[in-house]
């Protein structure tokens, strides 16, 4: 087999049972590893209505074909599970040099079941995997659990680990790697503590076998030039990921002070140029990345002085900085530090803490609920105290780590209309109401309201190689255009291939789907064509909508929170703009062959994708919906 090992490693955590099992190739070819694999295996394995916190939940990592070969940024894995933050299908990825070391174990994936009777911790040494007591490492944060492990295992090993977030059970606990690099979105983390499994440590050095190696090194060269030509890579490596952030304040949709406005008047302190003057010590990138859009910082200034580490990238800056109307750079790069070592989703984390900065601002959180504690806008002191306080379950904290949609039904008064989440999970920094195509996007992602799903940030990632129409004539980003829906659907697929292969999503769009086809083909001998690519990308798309519809999904639940649909923005380039979603899902259900009184895929789609075995699930043996 070229591209992956075939091999997926079974931990049952329950029977402390390790065993292997072969990957048909079959598989590997309609899900190509990585997300789409790991899906397959979760709706094979877990059926509707399980606990997302108990053991018959499974905790599923996989890498993708393309991980640890010389395609630039290929250093991908996915994570997937049922999520403990909305109670639906949840991916979530993450680079550096984890993904690729697990691949060099032997093991395309590892798929955990069950739960210990103890903490424990997986170590895999070339293709020998144990599981070993975790009770040294358990109440640790990430930072000392990797020196711990590698201390006891050796420094060659690579850590994956929880910090005292996930043991906690914060709904939005990350899984941490190479230190800085999560597994930020959707609870994973949470999944992970409550199997009682603390990390995963991996080496080995299996070499990848390519199937044509002289024209895969071509591919390689081919994407390198295409990303020394693109301002793409320029622009990350100066700026990090918060170049987009003056962008997005021009377009008026920065979300401010929790969504109330979307235009931040001290953003010169929290854009590009201001993380670059104050923290930035060098650019650093994932395995084999040259675009380097990693922050090494370092806070020189103020009472965190000295403090040092990762980050903090643009939806950090976002989420702990405008959103909760904070312009203290010092501060939002402590808070990503410490969201970092407490194993934190700084999306989720920053959005929660400003959801509760609103309700205390509307008397719906009162001092009585929060222990005395005043929880204002701009106050950059409370977000530290406030970190704190959620990965331990501290004080108001234990309201807190529930997410945004949890403590809305518990503050009532209200406030869901302005708890910033779709099927709950909390928003990325990009007001929709600023840039319509993007409000179908958080409207219809797999995972819930989600950024990267689509990549359509409002205009300034509007294009895309991957299209089959014109998008010239919808540049406008305050209409909405039904051909939207066909932009979000085509880059919903190919999205869900890059994740499946293991790439970059940076590296990803800057490739077209032909240049896409030629990596895959190089690489495993496949015959693999855009027509594949398409469908490939479609029958993952298809399979996760499907786990959510088998969980009680429907259209209903493609929407947006009411402050989007209602609320017109009060100032700014789109001022007095809202979301008007429904024609707009009419289109898309319509692009996607779904049903559109209930958002369930027709049987005749399912059979065209090859997932024929999913009719029964969802139309209850009929061949209609
Ligand atoms: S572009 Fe950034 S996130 Fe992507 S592989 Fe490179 S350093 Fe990692």
Redesign the pocket.
């Known amino acids: 087999m070229y591209g992956l090992n075939g091999k997926l490693l079974r931990i049952n955590l329950t029977e402390n049972a390790i065993s292997e099992e072969d990957i048909p190739e079959q598989l590997l070819k309609e899900y190509l590893g990585g997300r789409g694999l790991a899906s397959r295996y979760l709706y094979d394995e877990v059926g509707p209505g399980v606990d997302p916190l108990g053991p018959d939940n499974r905790l599923i990592f996989f890498t993708g074909l393309v991980t640890g070969t010389v395609s630039p940024?290929a250093?991908r894995y996915s994570v997937v599970a049922k999520s403990p933050l909305t109670g639906i299908w949840a991916q979530s990825s993450s680079?550096g040099r984890w993904g690729v070391d697990l691949k060099a174990s032997g093991f395309d994936g590892i798929l955990f079941e069950g739960k210990a009777e103890k903490p424990v911790y997986l170590q895999i040494d070339e293709g020998e995997a144990k599981l070993l007591d975790a009770g040294d490492v358990w109440g640790k944060n990430v930072t000392d659990t990797s020196a711990i492990i590698k201390k006891a295992a050796g420094e060659k090993y690579n850590v994956a680990c929880i910090g005292i977030a996930g043991e906690n059970l914060v709904r939005y606990a990350a899984i941490m790697n190479d230190l800085h690099r999560a597994v930020g979105r959707c609870g994973l983390g949470a999944v992970m503590g409550s199997k009682n499994l603390k990390a995963v440590a991996v080496r080995g050095k299996q070499k990848i076998k390519i199937a044509h190696p002289e024209e895969f090194k071509e591919t390689a060269k081919m994407q390198l030039e295409l990303l020394n030509e693109s301002i793409l890579g320029a622009g990350?490596q100066g700026y990090g990921t918060n170049l987009v952030l003056d962008m997005v304040n021009n377009c008026g949709g920065l979300p401010t002070r929790n969504w109330q406005t979307g235009v931040f008047d001290r953003v010169d302190d929290v854009n590009g140029t201001a993380l670059t003057d104050t923290v930035l010590e060098e650019a650093v990138?994932?395995f084999a990345?040259p675009?380097?859009?990693?922050r090494k910082t370092k806070i020189k200034n103020g009472q965190y002085a000295g403090k040092e580490g990762e980050g903090p990238e643009y939806e950090t800056v976002g989420t702990f900085g405008p959103m909760c109307g904070v312009s203290d750079i010092e501060a939002i790069t402590m808070a990503g530090y410490l969201c970092n070592d407490y194993g934190l989703d700084t999306i989720s984390c920053g959005s929660s803490i400003a959801f509760a900065m609103e309700c205390f601002e509307k008397g719906v959180l009162t001092p009585q609920k929060t222990g005395g504690l005043p929880i204002e806008f701009g106050d950059a002191e409370i977000i530290i105290n406030l970190v704190h306080k959620i990965a331990r379950r501290e004080g108001v904290g234990n309201l807190l780590a529930e997410g945004t949609r949890v403590m809305a039904a518990d503050l009532g008064g209200g406030s869901e209309r302005y708890a910033m989440n779709v099927k709950g999970l909390e928003l990325a920094c990009y007001d929709s109401r600023a840039a319509k195509i993007t409000g179908l996007a958080f409207a219809t992602a797999n995972r819930g309201g989600d950024h990267i799903t689509a990549y359509v940030q409002g205009p300034t990632f509007l294009a895309s190689p991957f299209l089959v129409i014109d998008d010239s004539e919808i540049r406008d980003p305050l209409e909405e255009n039904p051909k939207e829906a066909l932009i979000v659907k085509e880059l919903e697929d190919a999205l869900a291939v890059f994740d499946s292969a293991g790439s970059?999503k940076?590296?990803g769009m800057a490739l077209d789907a032909r240049e896409w086809c030629e990596i895959i083909r190089t690489l495993t001998g496949w015959k693999f064509d855009v027509e594949e690519f398409r469908k490939v990308g479609e029958r993952i798309y298809n399979l996760e909508r499907a786990f959510n519809v088998r969980e009680g999904l429907t259209r209903e639940d493609d929407t947006l929170p009411k402050r989007l649909l209602e609320d017109p923005l009060p100032e700014g380039p789109a001022q007095g703009h809202v979301n008007n979603i429904e024609p707009l899902l009419d289109q898309y259900y319509e692009f996607r062959d779904w049903d559109g009184t209930t958002g369930k895929p027709t049987a005749e789609k399912l059979k065209s994708l090859d997932l024929g075995f999913l009719v029964r699930d969802l139309c209850g043996g009929q061949q209609g919906v």
């Open positions: 940024s250093s680079g990350l990138g994932c990345c675009i380097k859009c990693g970059c940076f590296m």
